[in-house]
């Protein structure tokens, strides 16, 4: 006790375990910490990138502008910088700062805050089943149905099993996908040969339209 006056010691009050970030509907986590007084400083990394590090560089994508925070109970937001709407470009990022309230004394959990942007510039997109083809063939892909909520004109990522449509050393030239969507690049870039014994997977790289859409997706090799 007297080693904690002298040196002004903060015992923990409690702990986080783990604070989960969701935005568009996907969750991540970053790691916990102590609560160790009645406000906290939470440093919140946000990062606009779709794809990860395998989207070209060349690709764009709309800026994402944060326009809303919420940080769940016991905790509460109390202020943050930067201010908001807070515009995020593609492949930048933002550090956010929030001073949230802590909870009393024994609390040991985690802490939820939710990132939005405006309704307006999200779509729904709910594909019932994805069929590719080529010249001379056609299969319809199981369990391929997803549904997505992002950004007017995204770009995602749809990833393709070459041999279950091509054979070995097949060569294909072109992809194209049915509208609403557009193909904006394929990794690797075709022309392609399918020279690999085991597996030959293509990534896809498609831009969303800029409405709600539901249906099917189709993917034709050529």
Do not use: C, W
């Not at 910088?81 to 040991?108: C, D, N, W």
């Not at 959990?109 to 939710?114: C, D, H, K």
């Not at 690797?188 to 249906?215: E, W």
Request: glycine fraction near 8%; hydrophobic fraction near 40%; aromatic fraction near 8%.
């Amino acid at each position: 006790m007297l080693l904690d006056r002298l040196f002004k010691t903060k015992k923990p009050k409690g702990r986080i375990t783990g604070i989960n970030i969701r935005f568009m509907g996907e969750t991540h986590t970053l790691p916990g910490k102590e609560i160790t007084g009645s406000t906290m400083e939470i440093e919140i990394p946000f990062q606009n990138k779709i794809g990860g590090n395998l989207l070209p560089d060349m690709l764009k994508v709309p800026p994402i502008t944060v326009e809303k925070v919420d940080v769940a109970q016991p905790f509460k937001l109390l202020d943050m910088e930067p201010k908001l709407p807070t515009k995020v470009e593609f492949m930048s990022h933002v550090i956010f700062k929030l001073r949230v309230a802590s909870p009393q004394t024994g609390y040991s959990g985690p802490m939820s805050v939710s990132f939005s942007n405006s309704s307006s510039d999200l779509i729904s997109i709910n594909v019932n089943g994805v069929t590719i083809s080529s010249k001379s063939d056609s299969i319809a892909l199981d369990d391929s149905a997803f549904i997505m909520n992002l950004q007017k004109g995204q770009i995602f990522k749809k990833s393709v099993q070459m041999f279950k449509l091509f054979g070995y050393n097949d060569r294909v030239d072109s992809v194209g996908v049915s509208k609403p969507f557009e193909v904006v690049s394929t990794s690797p870039r075709m022309p392609i040969s399918l020279d690999h014994k085991d597996s030959y997977i293509v990534d896809i790289y498609i831009k969303a339209p800029d409405f709600n859409y539901a249906g099917g997706l189709d993917i034709k090799f050529g």
